[in-house]
């Protein structure tokens, strides 16, 4: 079985958002590795608005429990170091796009992905309710850097592509 490297599991996630954003009938456009904390740069036709979109992407990030008919996703987990909490703690015109791949390294996708557009005042909140309190607020501090956060939270953002058409307008 050949392995896929991290990298190449981040581009997956950020072509698979750009081709969704150009399918919608916006512009996309992948920044280039030097733009700090913004993958991609989404836009309208004529240029009048335009936002600046974050890419993380796991190849599992639901985590299940229960069996059979009763096992359900209860949280998400995606790798989120110090550069992405600076990022959402102080942009206020910043996306984050989490897509969840599921799929095993080295796998071929058995569906489309899932992916999460999440607001930068969602990851804020989050970072003061759940991240200052567990970690005296420095993500330097962790030894895994990886957001955990609840199904039940996390859903309402689940292939809601309507949050970046509102932050377009």
């Known amino acids: 079985m ?5 990298a190449l599991t981040g581009s997956a996630g950020v072509y698979f958002v750009a081709a969704q954003i150009n399918a919608m009938g916006y512009h ?6 030097s ?3 913004v993958d991609l740069l989404a836009g309208t036709l ?3 608005h335009s936002i600046g979109i974050q890419v993380k992407t796991s190849t599992q990030a639901s985590r299940k429990r229960g069996k059979g008919k ?13 550069n992405a909490w600076e990022s959402a ?7 984050f796009a989490f897509v969840d791949l599921d799929c095993d390294h080295g796998k071929e996708l058995n569906r489309l992905p ?18 200052k309190n567990s970690f005296d607020g420095d993500p330097s501090k962790w030894k ?4 955990h956060v609840d199904a039940s939270e996390f859903d309402q953002f689940k292939n809601n592509w309507a949050i970046l058409k509102t932050s377009l307008r």
């Open 114 to 131: 899932d992916v999460f557009i999440v607001p930068t005042s969602f990851l804020r909140k989050y970072y003061r309710d759940t991240v």
């Open 70 to 82: 009763e096992r359900v996703t209860f949280q998400y987990q995606w790798g989120l170091g110090e």
């Open 89 to 95: 703690l102080k942009s206020k015109n910043l996306l």
């Open 28 to 33: 996309a456009a992948l920044t280039i590795r």
């Open 35 to 37: 733009v700090p904390n």
């Open 46 to 48: 004529d240029g009048s």
């Open 144 to 147: 895994w850097k990886r957001m």
């Open 2 to 6: 050949v392995k896929r490297s991290d």
